[in-house]
T-cell receptor, first 112, second 115 residues
């Protein structure tokens, strides 16, 4: 039972344009969400997070939006840069003390 | 400050062989984790240790054992490797799993092939 799903295995965008990565979840008890970025042959690195009491969180070029009624999370990258090319994982947690549940990942390619 | 380190980086085993993957963190974190990453399946939790002296099963614990040697080190052991355990293994640590905003930091991974 995949509780966190990233339905797009890959996404290709032009440099300077917006990248939108999507994540859907089924468990309405999730109350904290994170995005991780992973380059080849490296471990994932934390990118940005959002609590369920918010619907938006920004950090520089990265913004995460949360739509609780739709059980949908998205990551916007504006403007996209070639160095953003990586696999992006969304993850969710139910309560403090519980483990993270990860999505399958989306490969983002930003073309110069 | 090296963060989370893992050894070895690569390993090839024959079916039935055993091995231990080592992980250490220098961030004074309480909680540590072992994940495996397989194509199209994201990161799946094998075992975790909320704090020194405790370990708990994750989503896919069968075929693995762990030891939280001390606060810094958390090892993963494959007693009798199987081809289904071919994967990339990541160790992670975090300040405290009991904090809602807890963030995990990952090591570089071990690529394991079981023939």
């Amino acid at each position: 039972d995949q509780q966190v799903k990233q339905n797009s295995p890959s996404l290709s965008v032009q440099e300077g344009r917006i990248s939108i990565l999507n994540c859907d979840y089924t468990n309405s008890m999730f109350d904290y969400f994170l995005w991780y970025k992973k380059y080849p042959a490296e471990g994932p690195t934390f990118l940005i997070s959002i609590s369920s009491i918010k619907d938006k969180n920004e950090d520089g070029r990265f913004t995460v939006f949360l739509n609780k009624s739709a059980k949908h999370l998205s990551l916007h990258i504006v403007p996209s840069q070639p160095g953003d090319s990586a696999v992006y994982f969304c993850a969710a947690r139910i309560t403090s003390g519980s483990r993270l549940t990860f999505g399958e990942g989306t490969q983002l390619t930003v073309n110069p | 400050n090296a963060g989370v380190t893992q050894t070895p980086k690569f390993q090839v085993l024959k079916t039935g062989q055993s091995m231990t993957l080592q992980c250490a963190q220098d961030m004074n974190h309480n909680s540590m984790y072992w994940y495996r990453q397989d194509p199209g399946m994201g990161l799946r939790l094998i075992y975790y240790s909320a704090s020194e002296g405790t370990t708990d099963k994750g989503e896919v614990p069968n075929g693995y054992n762990v030891s939280r040697l001390n606060k810094r080190e958390f090892s993963l052991r494959l007693e009798s490797a199987a081809p289904s355990q071919t994967s990339v293994y990541f160790c992670a640590s975090s300040e405290a799993i009991w904090q809602l905003t807890d963030t995990q930091y990952f090591g570089p991974g071990t690529r394991l092939t079981v023939l």
